[in-house]
């Protein structure tokens, strides 16, 4: 890795990859094909990418006995730990409605209501994130969320992985199908015969996917655009090189686009973990996809002291940050932006990613700097309430007025003053 001295410059944005024109204006045709054409489209779609005929989009019961028969216990086992810790999490996130009632009558308030259905994506191909069901899945039931369809491509035999219906399944998602990429937005975002249209969609995914998702964008809510994954480890001399090495190397086999970066005022630290990382690498089975990482977007920025190191992390904002300092619960409050804060030499980054309780979905390419974690808080809206007495009215209904006809809307202001005047529906009639 690199070594480079702070000046004031360093950053760890990449562009985002808003796809080739090619691929905007694919998907911009399939979209509408799946609006247009519903199931139809879908199993054509489905043939023509997955290269699999369907005869049937959802996933049968029996497809999910099965499944359990090919997961290994030990797994199912730290599946449901996983899950435990995760629901526990964010069931602390809950936000409740709430009133308030002044002296002269009114009632104000928040009433907190769930969305009525959520369609989660979950990846296929070559890899398996079960974490990624569980991740989107239970904050959506824990805000109360009564509809969750999950979609997910399926394989040249026509199946899901077995541990994806697993985990499906031991999360409380039933309504499953067999779709994927692009054609599997549209469905969730227009609906199909078999397909139901959602409110909200979730989940990552490849570039056809992130662009459908910002294509039906308005049709539907989406969680968000994420970019590659990063990490930023904060260290102090008495940091150990190797635990650093291993969680750089961590994050840098996810992608070739993945940035990984320590930031510490110790010369020697930052060459030992250099030369470690180069050491720990040469075993690692993804070496190909780290190397790039590591080459392109990996770096140890060297600070003049601490609290430079500190200034550093928030204006990187980072999606994942590692505190590994002698303290480093001292510093968490000198830290204003990042996605997931880690504190401690045994807090490594995927402990997190798969088990603590936290949402491993977070804001990336600095984004941290004004958005959050995936939450409980994403799968409800909040209304308003508002309830004004006439006492209220005849109180601040001069000033509301004064307000409307400042902004030249006399209409408003008038929908105040036939109040104040005492006119009612009787009064009305007579003239």
């Not at 009564?146 to 997910?152: C, F, H, L, Y």
């Not at 940050?321 to 001292?330: A, F, G, I, Q, S």
Request: hydrophobic share 40%.
């Amino acid at each position: 890795m690199k070594i480079v001295l702070y000046d004031k410059k360093i950053n760890i944005r990449r562009d985002i990859d808003t796809g080739t024109e090619y691929e905007q204006e694919a998907v911009g045709r399939i979209v509408n094909q799946v609006k247009t054409g519903g199931d139809q489209a879908l199993l054509a779609l489905t043939k023509q990418f997955d290269r699999v005929t369907l005869n049937c989009l959802q996933v049968k019961q029996e497809e999910i006995e099965a499944a359990y028969q090919k997961v290994d216990l030990g797994v199912l086992e730290a599946l449901r730990a996983a899950i435990s810790n995760i629901r526990d999490f964010h069931q602390r996130q809950e936000v409740q409605s709430w009133l308030t009632t002044k002296p002269d009558g009114t009632i104000l308030g928040q009433k907190v209501t769930p969305l009525d259905a959520v369609g989660v994506y979950v990846p296929g191909g070559k890899a398996v994130y079960p974490s990624s069901i569980v991740m989107n899945v239970i904050p959506a039931q824990v805000a109360g969320v009564e509809k969750i369809v999950m979609v997910s491509p399926p394989n040249q035999q026509g199946n899901l992985d077995p541990v994806v219906l697993v985990t499906a399944h031991e999360v409380g998602v039933s309504e499953i199908y067999k779709v994927g990429g692009a054609q599997a937005i549209a469905a969730l975002a227009y609906g199909t015969e078999t397909i139901p249209k959602v409110d909200k969609i979730t989940g990552p995914g490849n570039i056809f996917v992130a662009l459908a998702k910002r294509e039906v964008f308005g049709e539907v809510d989406i969680d968000m655009i994420a970019g590659p994954s990063e990490i930023v480890i904060l260290a102090d001399e008495q940091a150990n090189p190797a635990y650093i090495a291993a969680d750089l190397l961590s994050q840098a086999e996810h992608d070739e686009r993945a940035s990984v970066v320590l930031v510490t005022s110790s010369d020697q630290l930052a060459k030992t973990v250099a030369e470690e990382v180069e050491c720990q690498l040469q075993t690692l089975p993804r070496k190909t996809i780290a190397e790039v990482s590591i080459e392109q977007f990996g770096q140890i920025i060297k600070t003049d002291n601490l609290a430079e190191s500190i200034q550093v992390v928030n204006e990187l904002a980072p999606e994942h940050l590692e505190v590994l300092t002698n303290n480093p619960l001292e510093l968490l409050g000198q830290i204003r932006h990042a996605g997931a804060i880690f504190l401690g030499e045994y807090s490594s980054e995927p402990v997190g990613d798969y088990f603590a309780g936290p949402n491993h979905i977070l804001p990336t390419n600095g984004t941290a700097r004004f958005s959050s974690p995936l939450s409980v808080d994403d799968f409800v809206k909040k209304s308003s309430i508002i309830s004004y007495s006439k006492t209220a009215l005849q109180k601040n209904g001069e000033q509301i007025m004064a307000l409307a006809r400042m902004e030249g809307l006399e209409a408003h202001a008038r929908a105040i003053e036939i109040r104040m005047k005492g006119r009612d529906d009787n009064e009305n009639r007579n003239d």
